[in-house]
């Protein structure tokens, strides 16, 4: 693969983009991509920018209800709700459809809660304790999900359109066609995560950890992956076009049938990968220019 880098943008895009997004991290997430792609637009990139907020549509027959009695428990404060789950270790709470947009939500106890199609778009939930939490087709969209535990956690067909999952822990979490487009996953843990056919175009993956993610039909374009660990992970038939792979760990992950058109892979670690053509990689580290 054969690609020379545009001269329109300086070497030091990338950087300046990382710097800039660890910086804004705690801003209001509307104002942090606007200034992003103000700061995308200087330094010549393109950037896909919305600002409206996609409508969520349930399964057909799904209950859109929670409980009035759990809903009121958590009306009353996050510090009332942890304690009340406390107090009340075998039940499960239903916040099934609750509306909690814009709710602060920081380091609630939501592990193993009922939140299908609930609607946390815009809430902060920083720190939040998600483990094994149903969050099947939830609205997440530009929520604050900075270092929230979602460990097991299932958010298949979640919408989590530009929302900030800066050092999360989404380790062996259901993300099966989840939207996660322009979201910051920066220095985020998936080990193990199931994103097959996922939506990630223009996600910001910097140092993830995605050791043995399944990534298989993915949407990756233009997606930022620098210094990513992808060892063993499989990308089987996703779409990598012009993502940013420089300096990822790829050794022993499954390339087979991928897009890697226009992608960046200087120094992108291929020992023991099976790459788009099916051939294992020999080793040692790949440079634009060795595919």
Same mark, same amino acid.
């Given at each position: 693969?054969?690609?020379? *880098?545009?001269?329109? !943008? ?22 942090? $991509? @606007? ?8 330094? %010549? ?14 399964? @057909? ?15 009353? %404060? ?8 406390? *107090?009340?270790?075998?039940? !499960? ?5 609750? +509306? ?7 380091? !609630?106890?939501? #592990? ?6 609930? &609607? ?16 099947? %087709?939830? +609205? ?11 460990? *097991? #956690? ?24 989840? &939207? ?11 080990? %193990?995560? +199931? ?24 949407? /990756? ?7 990513? &660990? ?8 996703? +779409?990598? $076009?012009?993502?940013? /792979?420089?300096?990822?760990? /790829? ?11 226009? #992608? ?15 051939? !294992? ?9 060795? *595919?």
């Amino acid at each position: 693969m054969t690609e020379k *880098q545009p001269s329109s !943008v300086q070497p030091s895009a990338v950087t300046l983009q990382s710097i800039a997004q660890d910086i804004l991290t705690l801003l209001d997430r509307k104002a942090l $991509l @606007e200034l992003r792609a103000k700061i995308d637009s200087l330094l %010549g990139l393109s950037v896909e920018l919305s600002t409206s907020e996609p409508t969520l549509h349930p399964s @057909e027959g799904a209950i859109a209800e929670s409980s009035p009695e759990h809903l009121a428990w958590l009306q009353k %404060g996050v510090v009332t709700w942890n304690d009340w789950r406390e *107090q009340n270790r075998e039940l !499960v709470p239903d916040l099934q459809g609750a +509306n909690l947009s814009g709710f602060n939500l920081a380091f !609630v106890n939501f #592990a193993g809660v009922n939140l299908e199609y609930a &609607n946390l778009s815009g809430a902060d939930m920083r720190g939040a304790f998600l483990k094994e939490a149903n969050m099947k %087709g939830a +609205n997440l969209y530009m929520a604050d999900l900075i270092g929230v535990n979602c460990q *097991q #956690a299932c958010l298949e067909a979640a919408n989590l359109q530009g929302a900030d999952i800066y050092k999360a822990n989404f380790s062996h979490a259901n993300l099966q066609e989840a &939207n996660l487009i322009q979201a910051s996953i920066r220095r985020a843990t998936l080990v %193990g995560a +199931n994103l097959h056919r996922a939506k990630l175009k223009q996600a910001d993956l910097l140092q993830a950890n995605l050791v043995q993610t399944n990534l298989s039909q993915a949407d /990756l374009q233009k997606a930022n992956m620098e210094g990513t &660990n992808l060892i063993e992970a499989n990308l089987e038939e996703a +779409n990598l $076009l012009g993502a940013n /792979l420089n300096r990822a760990n /790829l050794c022993r992950a499954r390339l087979y049938k991928a897009n890697i058109l226009h #992608a960046k892979i200087n120094g992108v670690t291929l020992k023991g990968a099976v790459m788009p053509d099916g051939t !294992v990689h020999g080793g040692g580290t790949a440079a634009i220019g060795d *595919q």
